[in-house]
């Protein structure tokens, strides 16, 4: 519990470079070249639950704690996360996706969609179609045409 109250607070004082910094660590992870998401990323998780502690601190400081977990050498650094190799942020969700205690579903949860949220902010912007070699409406593609008959 008094583990718990500690990040509670590490959020709380989370400085906005160090949230910044952790968030668009986040987004590169999960889309190279693709930082321009971590201001909507940030925006959409404050926004989704307002409260006293931004939730993209809450976000940012869970990441940092258990970067500084999987790598000790990460905690001199003020965001951790965004200092870990591809395969050590592999580990820092593979260990929160396997938290034992029952009471940590709502981190889990938390840290388990972030890389998706990402992913989808980051390929929802209209600068991002040449990106996901998107060629707009349409209607019809040659490549489909003659697949489905009715």
Not at 84 to 113: C, H, M, W, Y
Not at 114 to 130: E, K
């Amino acid at each position: 519990m008094l583990r718990r109250l500690r990040w509670f607070e590490d959020a709380f004082a989370a400085a906005p470079d160090v949230t910044t910094q952790t968030i668009r660590a986040l987004v590169s992870y999960v889309v190279p070249g693709r930082e321009s998401a971590t201001k909507p990323l940030i925006r959409t998780l404050d926004r989704f639950l307002p409260g006293p502690v931004p939730l993209s601190a809450t976000a940012a400081t869970i990441l940092n704690e258990y970067a500084k977990q999987v790598d000790p050498r990460s905690a001199k650094f003020a965001a951790p996360f965004a200092k870990l190799s591809k395969a050590n942020k592999d580990r820092v969700f593979a260990t929160v996706a396997s938290l034992p205690v029952e009471s940590a579903g709502s981190i889990q949860f938390l840290v388990g969609n972030l890389p998706d949220l990402a992913a989808f902010l980051a390929y929802s912007a209209p600068s991002s179609y040449r990106l996901s070699r998107y060629s707009g409406v349409s209607n019809g593609r040659k490549e489909l045409k003659g697949y489905w008959h009715a």
